[in-house]
């Protein structure tokens, strides 16, 4: 599924983390159901940004599929990174 040009850099970036580790299971159905959530909601993130709770499952099932991707890419795709850093530190 491509991404919206509504989009900004970042959470265009986080979109195709979303396409490319679905393109890796199968389906951002199938994606979904891994991380615990409807369909909808990838799809809102590929608006605003993957939610930083769900970075960790993000880098468990990108290691499943032998994906290469890490926490640093996440946080610097993010639209909220200051505010990712800051609880991060706390």
């Known amino acids: 599924m491509p991404c919206r040009q509504l989009a ?3 959470t265009r ?3 195709q983390i979303i396409d490319d580790l679905a393109d ?3 389906s951002q159905q199938k994606l979904a159901d891994k991380l615990g959530v409807d369909d909808s909601r990838l799809s809102k993130w590929k608006l605003v940004g993957i ?4 970075w960790p499952a993000f ?3 990108a290691k499943q599929k032998h ?4 926490l ?3 946080e610097a795709a993010s639209p909220l990174r200051s505010t990712a850093k800051s609880s991060r530190a706390a």
Do not use: E
């Open 51 to 54: 939610p930083a709770r769900h």
């Open 72 to 74: 640093d890419q996440i």
């Open 59 to 61: 880098l468990r099932i």
């Open 67 to 70: 994906m290469r991707l890490t």
């Open 13 to 15: 970036q986080h979109a």
């Open 8 to 10: 900004s850099p970042a």
């Open 24 to 26: 890796r299971i199968g």
